[in-house]
């Protein structure tokens, strides 16, 4: 499937790769030839298991443990991959978690946890990688937010105001990386089917979604794909892509 071509010797480095979304960004970047780093934070058998589809495909990738919303573990998987890699060409912010709850009721620990994650998390892998990003005076970053960062969810304060902080991250980074040649944009699924949406109750959602279906996880890996590698992309940054059946608009 991989072979040698403009992307070979590049790296990207994708948090939450062992599952959904972040597993099909990562094999997609693979397939184009780069290498992958596959980031989880717990499920190290799916890890393996995206790191050996990709080698038996002929690609390179190799998995990192570390927890990414917490300071000293991004560091270190930054060095590590830079120790190994030598470069970070590619970014995916893409780990992220709910705790719902209707607000009133929300417990701190619980807005806690979601912000450290959705929201510091991406803040400190960016900071890390922007470094020898700004040295190669290359790079691309994509945030994968969400459509209830834009609308608002009953039951997702903490989800929503992380993924909304997201967009505000986005704007302002690539504004301070656009003159080093390094874009920074986000993808916002919105229903997509992996773990996080199994025991969401489909047929009401169903009915607000034009294109009446949930997404699937290669769906919001094209898009990511697009803003991460074509050279059409270049000139886009700062930017929010829906990939949400039309769910929301305008
Ligand atoms: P998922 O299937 O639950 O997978 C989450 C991934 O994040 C797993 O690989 C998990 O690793 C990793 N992760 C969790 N906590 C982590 C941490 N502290 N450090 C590093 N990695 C961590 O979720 P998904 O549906 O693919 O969602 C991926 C992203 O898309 C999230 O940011 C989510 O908010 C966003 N999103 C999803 C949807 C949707 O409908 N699914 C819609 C909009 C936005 P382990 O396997 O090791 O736990």
């Given at each position: 499937?991989?072979?040698?071509?403009?992307?070979?010797?590049?790296?990207?480095?994708?948090?939450?790769?062992?599952?959904?979304?972040?597993?099909?960004?990562?094999?997609?970047?693979?397939?184009?030839?780069?290498?992958?780093?596959?980031?989880?934070?717990?499920?190290?058998?799916?890890?393996?298991?995206?790191?050996?589809?990709?080698?038996?495909?002929?690609?390179?990738?190799?998995?990192?443990?570390?927890?990414v919303?917490?300071?000293?573990?991004v560091?270190?998987?930054?060095?590590?991959?830079?120790?190994?890699?030598?470069?970070?060409?590619?970014?995916?912010n893409?780990?992220?978690?709910?705790?719902?709850?209707?607000?009133?009721?929300?417990?701190?620990?619980?807005?806690?946890?979601?912000?450290?994650?959705?929201?510091?998390?991406?803040?400190l892998c960016t900071?890390a990688?922007?470094?020898?990003?700004?040295?190669?005076?290359?790079?691309?970053?994509?945030?994968?937010?969400?459509?209830?960062?834009?609308?608002?969810?009953?039951?997702?304060?903490?989800?929503?105001?992380?993924?909304?902080?997201?967009?505000?991250?986005?704007?302002?980074?690539?504004?301070?990386?656009?003159?080093?040649?390094?874009?920074?944009?986000?993808?916002?699924?919105?229903?997509?089917?992996?773990?996080?949406?199994?025991?969401?109750?489909?047929?009401?959602?169903?009915?607000?979604?034009?294109?009446?279906?949930?997404?699937?996880?290669?769906?919001?890996?094209?898009?990511?794909?697009?803003?991460?590698?074509?050279?059409?992309?270049?000139?886009?940054?700062?930017?929010?892509?829906?990939?949400?059946?039309?769910?929301?608009?305008?």
């Amino acid at each position: 499937m991989t072979s040698s071509n403009q992307f070979t010797g590049k790296t990207a480095l994708v948090t939450g790769a062992s599952r959904g979304i972040g597993k099909a960004v990562a094999l997609s970047l693979a397939k184009e030839g780069l290498e992958v780093v596959v980031n989880y934070a717990n499920s190290s058998e799916e890890a393996e298991q995206v790191v050996s589809t990709i080698k038996s495909s002929g690609g390179r990738a190799y998995s990192i443990q570390a927890n990414v919303a917490e300071e000293n573990e991004v560091n270190n998987l930054v060095s590590s991959v830079l120790s190994k890699s030598s470069r970070i060409d590619v970014l995916i912010n893409n780990a992220g978690i709910t705790r719902d709850g209707l607000l009133m009721r929300m417990k701190t620990e619980d807005w806690k946890s979601v912000l450290n994650l959705n929201l510091s998390g991406v803040f400190l892998c960016t900071r890390a990688v922007a470094r020898p990003m700004l040295k190669q005076r290359a790079g691309r970053v994509i945030n994968i937010t969400s459509v209830v960062g834009l609308m608002g969810n009953a039951g997702q304060a903490n989800y929503a105001a992380s993924k909304a902080g997201v967009l505000g991250l986005t704007k302002s980074a690539a504004k301070e990386f656009a003159s080093r040649g390094i874009t920074v944009n986000a993808v916002a699924p919105g229903f997509i089917s992996t773990d996080m949406t199994k025991d969401i109750d489909s047929e009401k959602i169903l009915s607000a979604i034009p294109l009446g279906t949930f997404g699937t996880p290669e769906q919001v890996a094209g898009a990511v794909r697009f803003l991460a590698l074509d050279p059409a992309a270049a000139y886009i940054t700062g930017q929010v892509l829906q990939i949400d059946g039309g769910m929301v608009m305008g």
